[in-house]
């Protein structure tokens, strides 16, 4: 059941995210656009306010990842890509899941002795 909840809740982030990212491009080159707002204090407040919040994110992935080599990947993607890799990495992290899994186990790394 949670599986289930998890993939329509990370599937409708990624899927309402891209269309979010490609009207805006239609709409507006993302460069110029930072260009124009980096110097409104707003502006900047919230970048950052998002940067914390995917770096909160990150910290949460590598206690989930065991390797660093899949570990840098993700973060280049975060940085990159914000809440389309958090998506991405939700669905991953979802299909991984046993089909009876609870929420615990989609937030806890099993530990193997």
């Known amino acids: 059941m949670i599986r289930n909840?998890?993939?329509?809740?990370?599937?409708?982030?990624?899927?309402?995210?891209l269309i979010l990212c490609f009207y805006a491009g239609s709409k507006q080159n993302m460069l110029s656009y930072f260009g124009e707002e980096f110097s409104n204090p707003w502006f900047v407040a919230t970048l950052m306010d998002c940067y914390w919040g995917l770096f909160i994110f990150y910290g949460w992935l590598v206690y989930q990842?065991?390797?660093?080599?899949?570990?840098?990947?993700?973060?280049?993607?975060?940085?990159?890509?914000?809440?389309?890799?958090?998506?991405?990495?939700?669905?991953?992290?979802?299909?991984?899941?046993?089909?009876?899994?609870?929420?615990?186990?989609?937030?806890i790394r099993k530990r193997i002795n």
């Open 5 to 17: 909840v998890l993939f329509a809740f990370f599937g409708l982030m990624l899927i309402s995210m």
């Open 65 to 107: 990842e065991k390797s660093w080599l899949s570990r840098i990947p993700w973060l280049v993607a975060i940085c990159s890509l914000g809440m389309i890799a958090v998506s991405c990495y939700g669905l991953m992290r979802t299909y991984r899941l046993e089909k009876d899994a609870c929420f615990e186990d989609f937030l």
